[in-house]
Structure formats: C-alpha cells, structure tokens
C-alpha cells in the first residue's frame, strides 16, 4: 500500500485546550477516521498553546548571565534570558541566534519561536514532550480501540541545507528507530553503524504537508508508513544523542 498523509485542519484556539479533545472535533469536522496503524503527527506550537506556553517578554526580568549572553551575540536581553532558562547548554552562535542543546535537542535558540505567536510574545516547546504522545496514544486507543503512533513535530534548520524540515520532539507508540546493524548494502557488505531515523523520516513527511505558515494544520495522520508501533513507552535517550557523540558538534569543536 502506498503512504498517505492526510492533514487535518483546525481552528486556531486561544489559551489553554484539551488537545485529545480538538482531534476529536478536528476529525468529526473532516470527515476522517483514524486506522490501525496509523501515526498521527502533531505540531509542537500547538500541544505548546494547548498548556499556555506562551510568554510576553515585556515581563521577563534579565539575569547577569542574560544580559552577557545577549551583548555576546546582539541579541534582545529578555530573548537571551528565556533561551538560557529554557536550555541545558550553550555552544556558540552568531549574531541573533545562539545554538542550544535541551534534554540532547540542538536547536538555535531553544526552539523558542516567535511565528504564530502575537508582537513581543514567543512560544516555547511543550513541557512533558514524552507524556504528552504517551496520554494521546493511550486516549485514541481508549476511545477507538485501536493502535496507532504520535509524534510531536518541529521544523528544524539542517546544518549546510537551504531551508527547514520536520524533526520529531517526542513520540510515543511507535519505535523511533530502526536498527540496520547486520543488514546488508546493494554490494553486500554488512552495514556496521546505520540506524534510520524513522520518526524523523515521518515527522518530516507530515511537515511537508501541513505547512508552515497560516495552514492551521496541526494535526496529520501518516497511514500505511510501515513503522513498527509499540505499547512500552519511549524516553528520549532512544531517539537523541548527547553533543560529545554528535559527529557535527566534535569535528567543528576539534577544527
């Protein structure tokens, strides 16, 4: 069976909601059942609206370390201020980003963004990524009897490509990678280290297709996608790397 993805639009909420309760409506108003099988992709700027993560940096008071941090790399001290509160690590940047690490997720800036969101406020990513896919999983299945994948999905600027892509922060019911160790390549040679990224894979998949923009298409469903589902839960050592292990992050540290 070919891949499918089948976004589903919705309307654009204000303050807290119940996100289970949205894709019920979401589905209604489209006409569209979910299946076995299925992996269903969820904006992470959503599931963060959905729990208030949405701050007004005209309130946010500026640390020593915040206003050093934002005369290094030119950036608003209240922005500099959030990303060092809501990230692990620093490793550098340049003027008016910084690259951060959070729970092993590299991303410039924390991943705070300011689209989508009103003048002077920034969203943050949801808290309890890993929680938040488990409870869906659990509710759909609850509610339909039927097993299916969630993944939380960002867009991500990929080091030396034009352009972003879908990166999956969370997931939970679907095994995020796939271990090609001991399989072999079209020559025959045994692959040695490979292990494909398939939440990444989906996630970017569905990103394509719900856009970026005004879409207001939180949610996709990926049908026929071949990806292993699973009951026990996923913590986010299986699905990320620390920096010391990151090929980018030590052959750019030992240039």
Known sequence: MPLTVLTLPSKRKIGRFDVFEELLESLKENSIQLKEGDV???????ISNSQGRLLDLDQVKVSKKGFEISKKFQMKPEMSEVVLRETDKIFGGITGFVITSSENIM???GGIDKSNAKKNQVILYPKNPFLVAEQLRRNIFLKFLIHVGVILVDSRLMPGRVGTSGIAISCGGIEPVLDMRSKKDLEGNPLKVTFQAVIDNIATIANHK???GDESKPFAIVRDSEAKLTDRKINSSEMAISADQCIYVRGLTNA
Do not use: F, H, R, W
Not at 40 to 46: A, D, F, M, P, R
């Open 40 to 46: 269903l992709v969820i904006s992470t700027k959503y």
């Open 107 to 109: 991303a410039p800036n």
């Open 210 to 212: 719900m856009g970026e």
